[in-house]
């Protein structure tokens, strides 16, 4: 039973049913700077718990918007706009 099981992980993970979207292929040279966009954020009412550079290529959050409801965002890296967003009632 246990190897049943993981062989579902497996699968949904090699599948990339688990995976983020991908944002960008273009060179980190050219993506917004991590900390002035992180404060561009805080300014336009989000309030940031986790911050990271996604294997798509996406800044994503964990945090709370200026609703004070709960979100996930993927961020394209280049252009600053949210790529994919799930807000939790």
Same mark, same amino acid.
């Given at each position: 039973?246990?190897?049943?099981?993981?062989?579902?992980?497996?699968?949904?993970? =090699? =599948? #990339?049913?688990?995976?983020?979207?991908?944002?960008?292929?273009?060179?980190?040279?050219?993506?917004?700077? !991590?900390?002035?966009?992180?404060?561009?954020?805080?300014?336009? #009412? *989000?309030?940031?718990? %986790?911050?990271?550079?996604?294997? #798509?290529?996406? *800044?994503?959050? *964990?945090?709370?918007?200026?609703? !004070?409801?709960? %979100?996930?965002? *993927?961020?394209?890296?280049? =252009?600053?706009?949210?790529? !994919?967003?799930?807000?939790?009632?």
């Amino acid at each position: 039973m246990r190897n049943l099981l993981l062989l579902a992980v497996v699968s949904l993970y =090699s =599948s #990339g049913v688990l995976a983020g979207p991908e944002c960008t292929t273009t060179d980190s040279a050219t993506w917004l700077d !991590k900390a002035k966009f992180q404060e561009d954020l805080k300014a336009q #009412g *989000y309030e940031i718990k %986790v911050f990271k550079v996604t294997d #798509g290529n996406c *800044y994503e959050i *964990y945090g709370w918007n200026k609703d !004070k409801k709960k %979100v996930e965002i *993927y961020f394209d890296p280049v =252009s600053g706009k949210p790529v !994919k967003e799930e807000v939790k009632e």
